[in-house]
């Protein structure tokens, strides 16, 4: 997909009845192909949906989303909705190549050489700071992968990647209320098992 950079020129000051200032919509703006939008857009969904994924597919979740977001770029332009339904479309796409990859692996068990182990060991950040939040974050993520499934998508989906109900239950093809339901469980069972462990 060739995209060029558009923003959209600023109103002519001298424009009659132009006296409000219309707000920059970057997903407007990247649906009209502007490069910096999308980048945007990308910067906005992308912690969220990495999340969800790391929970599904584990260490795959970066191969995953990468290949959310090609599918992604390729059928941006049969998208239509707001920010809101951009975000929920973006996990069902991830899900769905989630789903594809599990489907994959269970078919064909992943070997990985020693060497290539350990060099994914290693990590980039330098900082106490980023160390810690990387840490508070794969333990969240940890603790909510062992709810059942169903409990930990609808909190992932409502917590982490910040859908409402109704947009979850899409992505999940269930009713709102049954995500609810099963986001309400899942953070009961969260916080009961944290109690437990700081008892």
Known sequence: MVVTSRRPSPPDPGDEGLTRHIPFDPLHAALAGDEEAFRALYREVHPGLLRYLRVLVGADADDVASETWLQVCRDLTSFRGDLAGFRAWCVTVGRHRALDHLRRTRRRPETV????????????????????????????????????????????????????????????GKRA???RTAAYRGLRRLAETLEQRHA
């Open 177 to 179: 209320g049954a995500v």
């Open 113 to 172: 050489a020693a060497e290539a182990h350990l060099a994914a060991l290693a990590g980039t950040a330098d900082t106490a700071d980023a160390a810690a939040d990387a840490i508070g974050t794969e333990r969240a993520l940890a603790l909510i992968a062992t709810l059942p499934r169903d409990q930990a998508e609808a909190v992932l989906l409502r917590v982490v990647v910040g859908l409402d109900a109704e947009s979850a239950g899409k992505v999940l």
